[in-house]
């Protein structure tokens, strides 16, 4: 799923993660503070991971200086320029985005020497990114997809043990065990079974890397109700994709790995290949701005009536075309 980026939508996400977050991190201090007592108020202050004693402080800390250049090239790509471009459609400024949290936390990592970004891959996401934008039916109340060309290009190089911060900081195959907006974390192998999905990845969700878990696994599995379990078998019966593993998914109650169907083939269950979307059970790609349209996934942003508005489901059809807010 992509990541938010517009105004209220996204800073209410990104409050209720910090919010849960930080009452764990505020518990776990107030549970500590009367053992630890004169020892953790004399503790030393780390540059990794925060100020020493009970005090509460983001994982990557604010930074002195310019972001690194390609950290803020590739940080406006996925933050900024899809803000501008928005308002150019729509009309007024540029909403709230995360370009500048996204460069410093990036930043921070690189000077580390915790990940590394190649400018070819850089230069490959931004022209994407800027193609994607082109026109202005793709605009939605949520933010345009990340194009592929921009998933897995920010990569690890802390091996196994390592502090870590992200699990985008550790190499592909391990994960940042305990890792969260105000905590490090430990580069560790997949676990069996334990519990999983508790945490939110800081790097992860600035830089927009949404299928992260494909090199960073929690489970040698899957995760299923915040616990590692076991993949379930082709064939075998399954609730949802997750558990069928990777590059399986779970079609009529089975765990199957047939291809995902390209437009124009019958969907498999509602499923369709990238860039395809199911529409009366056969895949179809997105119809183009100004075409009939009776529901939005029909289109490439929204399905509007003339006048601008949303199509009411059963009402008359609209077209496709772009939508500034939420209906």
């Not at 969700?205 to 993949?231: L, N």
Request: aromatic share 0%; glycine share 12%; charged share 25%.
């Amino acid at each position: 799923m992509p990541v938010s980026t517009d105004g209220d939508r996204l800073r209410r996400l990104c409050a209720a993660a910090l919010v849960l977050q930080l009452g764990d991190a505020c518990a776990r201090a107030q549970r500590s503070s009367s053992d630890a007592g004169a020892t953790a108020a004399s503790s030393p202050a780390s540059a990794d991971n925060g100020p020493a004693g009970d005090a509460i402080a983001p994982v990557y800390p604010k930074a002195d200086g310019a972001p690194e250049p390609l950290a803020a090239r590739l940080c406006d790509a996925l933050h900024a320029l899809p803000a501008r471009r928005k308002a150019a459609c729509c009309g007024g400024r540029a909403g709230f985005h995360a370009a500048a949290e996204c460069a410093r936390a990036l930043s921070s990592a690189a000077r580390a020497k915790a990940v590394t970004l190649a400018p070819d891959d850089v230069g490959r996401c931004v022209e994407a990114m800027e193609r994607s934008l082109e026109g202005c039916d793709w605009v939605a109340p949520l933010a345009a997809p990340v194009p592929p060309a921009c998933e897995g290009i920010v990569r690890g190089a802390l091996g196994e043990g390592a502090r870590c911060r992200s699990s985008l900081e550790c190499v592909d195959g391990l994960r940042c065990d305990g890792a969260g907006p105000t905590d490090a974390g430990i580069c560790r192998a997949p676990r069996a079974a334990g519990p999983c999905g508790h945490s939110v990845d800081a790097l992860a969700a600035v830089t927009r890397q949404a299928r992260h878990a494909d090199a960073h696994p929690e489970c040698r599995g899957h995760c299923a109700g915040r616990a590692c379990a076991d993949d379930v078998p082709l064939g075998g019966r399954c609730e949802a994709h997750a558990a069928c593993g990777r590059d399986r998914r779970c079609v009529d109650g089975r765990c199957s790995d047939a291809p995902l169907p390209p437009a124009g083939a019958a969907c498999l269950g509602r499923l369709c290949a990238p860039g395809a979307r199911c529409v009366g059970g056969r895949c179809a790609a997105p119809k183009a701005e100004g075409e009939a349209c009776a529901r939005d996934g029909e289109c490439r942003a929204a399905c509007v009536r003339l006048d601008g508005r949303a199509v009411a489901a059963g009402g008359a059809p609209g077209v496709c075309g772009k939508r500034c807010a939420a209906p």
